[in-house]
Every structure is written in structure tokens, then in C-alpha cells.
């Protein structure tokens, strides 16, 4: 037994032998368990100053009944970390395990509602082109429904920069001399195209991306092509489009 905490008829406890594996108990019968690499009751970050906010037995999702989170990191150098949530409250219910992939979660109260609100970042473009350490991976918003946790388009929705700023951050990246010493372009041109459709300026990015592309280096057609693949095999693709008001053509 590692560590173990309590909450009303409600008792969760850490083990860790050669693999660790937790286990809820509700007046000392057993209701759910899980093994895995590594497993922790709340946030796995002993320095995490909003650590309180995901304690056992808080209200995350603002529905007035407990909560407990279980984060989990399943060994790998940087992926993978889950974070399982339930309720805890008149019922035992597991509401979801979100996929935080390669990164963590920041939870916030974002808007006047009393729900927390999960902030993550989408790794589905990790590798893509480039190393890791340079895969951008923009920012999600998730927001409980009443059922579960989900992209929350409103709350990420942002006005986007100034045609002139646009252009000098455009000019700035078609001098990098990466267009010239390898095959794919500087992955900084799609981090900030997906900046700007995480943040509902979809048809930004698309011009932005041609006025940043070198008019004598080839391959930008066929980039955008696989570029837009890659967009609609996000998990928050559906999201994305309500984000950009469905006005997420894949052909231009």
C-alpha cells in the first residue's frame, strides 16, 4: 500500500509492487480498480499550487456531489498521462478518463460557473514532420455538460491578430534558412496556423500560410493537403470545426 486517502463511505487506495494499480471502496466493499504504471488520488504534482482544487471529495464538475480524480502516467519518457474521474458522491458513477496524451492538465475556473475547467494541450501533431521537441500542440478548453468533459469552443474562442501583425510574424518566418536545408518547412509556419484555428481564425491561417510560404520553394499545395488530414484526425476535430463556425473548408 502506498498511499491512501478517504472521503465520507468512501476509501481509495494506491498499491505499487512491480506495476502500481488503485482500487475504490464504498463501506469496505470494493467498486472499482485499475492497474497500470503509476497512479496517483488527485494531482501527481506534489508543487502544483491548484492541487486542492481536484482533492478528494471536491466538487469538480459543479453539480453539487464529490469528485475524485485518479491521475495516472503510463512510464513513458514524456506520454502518456490519464486522469480518471468519478463521482463520489449519493451514487458511484465514473463519469470519463480524459487522454491528456503527451502533456498535463491544468484545471481552472474559467468561466462563473462553479465546474472546473480543464485545460490540456492536443498532441495529435506530435512528430509530424519534425522532432518532438519542436511539434507544436495548441491549447483545448474542456468543459463539463452534465455528462462528461468536452471541447468548449466558446471558451476558446479569441479575436485574432492584426493583418499587420500577421504579416511581420509571416515575413519573420520566410527568412528562416530552414526552407533551404531540408525538405519540409520550419515547423513554426503550422505552429502558428494552429494557433490561429485553436482559436477560431481558421481562414487566418490559410492566409497566413501563404503569405509566409517563399514564392520559390515549392511543395506548398501539397503541404496544406496533408496539413488538413492531419486537422481532421484530431479527436477534436468536431470541435475545431464548431470553433471556426463550420467554415472549415478542405478545399480551398
Not at 482544487?53 to 464529490?66: A, H, K, M, R, V
Request: glycine fraction near 8%.
Amino acid at each position: 500500500l502506498q498511499s491512501e486517502q478517504s472521503y465520507g463511505d468512501y476509501v481509495v487506495k494506491i498499491y505499487r509492487n512491480s506495476e502500481s494499480s488503485f482500487e475504490i471502496l464504498r463501506d469496505g466493499v470494493h467498486v472499482y480498480g485499475a492497474h497500470g504504471y503509476c497512479f496517483y488520488i488527485g494531482s501527481m504534482d506534489e508543487e502544483d499550487k491548484n492541487r486542492s482544487l481536484i482533492s478528494i471529495g471536491s466538487d469538480i464538475t459543479g453539480d453539487g456531489e464529490p469528485d475524485l480524480v485518479i491521475s495516472e502516467w503510463t512510464g513513458g519518457a514524456h506520454c502518456c498521462y490519464l486522469f480518471h474521474v468519478f463521482e463520489i458522491g449519493k451514487r458511484f458513477r465514473y463519469i470519463q478518463t480524459i487522454d491528456a496524451q503527451d502533456g498535463g492538465l491544468v484545471y481552472v475556473n474559467i468561466d462563473k460557473d462553479p465546474a472546473l475547467e480543464f485545460i490540456l494541450q492536443d498532441w495529435s501533431y506530435a512528430y509530424w514532420k519534425t522532432c518532438f521537441a519542436d511539434s507544436p500542440a495548441p491549447q483545448v478548453i474542456l468543459k463539463y455538460n452534465g455528462r462528461s468533459y468536452s471541447m468548449a469552443p466558446h471558451l476558446m474562442r479569441q479575436k485574432g491578430p492584426s493583418p499587420e501583425k500577421l504579416r511581420k510574424i509571416a515575413e519573420n518566418i520566410k527568412s528562416l534558412p530552414e526552407w533551404h536545408q531540408q525538405e519540409d518547412p520550419p515547423s513554426i509556419l503550422w505552429a502558428v496556423m494552429l494557433d490561429l484555428i485553436y482559436t477560431g481564425n481558421m481562414n487566418q491561417a490559410w492566409s497566413f500560410a501563404d503569405l509566409a510560404w517563399p514564392a520559390k520553394v515549392k511543395g506548398k499545395e501539397q503541404f496544406l493537403k496533408e496539413f488538413r488530414i492531419e486537422l481532421a484526425a484530431s479527436p477534436y476535430w468536431e470541435g475545431v470545426k464548431k470553433l471556426n463556425n463550420f467554415q472549415t473548408p478542405l478545399h480551398r
